[in-house]
């Protein structure tokens, strides 16, 4: 079944201690991105990937840091989170945007941290 | 600058229509999405139009879009409780290469039985 898959699920944590959201799509697809979700902002994109080895910031990065070393999969990982990073993060892929102007995202199931 | 701005909450009756309305910013926008998040899930595409088109109809989904208003409706005929869920219309930024959505702020849409 093609989709994304992200681990873990739910997180509560505490301030300081490094964590990392897996990533992961069975789709081949070129594009990666992390979204986080507050209330009555929707989404906002954090870090996205055109390829591996190709990452760049999305609208809010700070606090944040990404990794492409294989196609599949893009983690997120917080060095030191802090209680504004509390939040719902979604992962999401596509097949790539070179030559493309349609761009389909394929969305995980969501990963809900609490930072304390 | 761009934004896609929704109201935050709608809600209908089970069997009336439901109209989900968004507005955007970049007129260079080329396909713009809506996208239905259920309940402790993630967000699927619903469905989509392409920006030289004014409307498009999918079974009991219709879109309309009014690109001299920038503005993007989502109807849905005979709305069921299973149509309840959070909608967000995200836009394709004409000048961005990168693959980027922008997303509005999403509506909750609450059907009663």
């Known amino acids: 079944e093609a989709q994304v898959t992200q681990n873990p699920r739910y997180l509560i944590t505490v301030t300081g201690k490094k964590l990392t959201v897996t990533c992961s799509q069975n789709?081949?697809?070129?594009?990666m991105s992390w979204y986080r979700q507050d209330p009555g902002l929707g989404l906002r994109q954090i870090y996205y990937?055109?390829?591996?080895?190709?990452?760049d910031k999305g609208d809010v990065p700070e606090g944040y840091k990404v990794s492409r070393k294989e196609k599949r999969n893009f983690p997120l990982i917080l060095e030191s989170p802090s209680p504004n990073q509390t939040s719902l993060y979604f992962c999401?892929?596509?097949?790539?945007?070179?030559?493309?102007?349609?761009?389909?995202?394929?969305f995980g199931p969501g990963t809900r941290l609490t930072v304390l | 600058g761009e934004d896609v701005e929704q109201s935050l909450f709608l809600s209908v009756r089970e069997g009336d229509s439901s109209v989900i309305n968004c507005t955007y910013t970049?007129?260079?926008?080329?396909?713009l999405y809506w996208y239905k998040q259920e309940p402790g899930a993630g967000l699927q595409l619903l469905t989509y139009?392409?920006?030289?088109?004014d409307m498009k109809q999918d079974q009991r989904l219709t879109v309309l879009l009014n690109k001299k208003d920038k503005h993007l409706s989502l109807r849905i005929a005979d709305t069921q409780t299973g149509d309840s869920a959070i909608y967000f219309c995200?836009?394709?930024?004409?000048?961005?290469?990168?693959?980027?959505?922008?997303f509005g702020q999403g509506t909750t849409l609450q059907v009663k039985p």
């Open positions: 970049d007129s260079s926008s080329t396909y």
């Open positions: 139009i392409f920006s030289n088109m």
């Open positions: 990937s055109m390829n591996v080895e190709v990452t």
């Open positions: 995200a836009e394709s930024p004409g000048s961005s290469n990168t693959g980027k959505l922008i």
């Open positions: 999401a892929s596509s097949p790539g945007t070179s030559g493309r102007i349609y761009n389909e995202q394929f």
């Open positions: 789709m081949n697809h070129e594009y």
